[in-house]
């Protein structure tokens, strides 16, 4: 049984900074897409980037220049470095990865809290 677990949510003052980390545990052959997504208060969850495994990125306009997504294929973990944060970034924020060779399938860590708030 494959587990992903969510770190480093809070609370921070716009303008700040946070790092979200995901861990993958359990049978793990082979981590295809790795992402992170979002879901503010009454909203729809939404992408917030991806990366494939080998290396390619994709964001969303709205955190272009200011998230980063990366990945340690060595310690089955996901990131997202998070600057300039706004109000507008508040929300639980989930990772998501693709996981399995020949057939893959999606799991979904449980989610972490993100809250941008003076």
């Known amino acids: 049984q494959v587990q992903l677990v969510e770190s480093g949510g809070g609370l921070v003052q716009p303008g700040g900074s946070l790092r979200l980390s995901c861990a993958a545990s359990?049978?793990?052959?082979?981590?295809?897409?790795m992402a992170w997504y979002r879901q503010a208060p009454e909203k729809q969850r939404e992408l917030v980037a991806s990366?494939?495994?080998?290396?390619?990125?994709n964001y969303a306009d709205s955190v272009k220049g200011r998230f980063t997504i990366s990945r340690d294929n060595a310690k089955n973990t996901v990131y997202l470095q998070m600057n300039s944060l706004k109000p507008e970034d508040t929300g639980v924020y989930y990772c998501?990865?693709?996981?399995?060779?020949?057939?893959?399938?999606?799991?979904w860590g449980q989610g972490t809290q993100v809250t941008v708030s003076s």
């Open positions: 998501y990865m693709r996981i399995g060779i020949p057939i893959s399938y999606s799991y």
């Open positions: 359990g049978s793990i052959r082979s981590i295809n897409a």
């Open positions: 990366i494939t495994s080998g290396g390619s990125t």
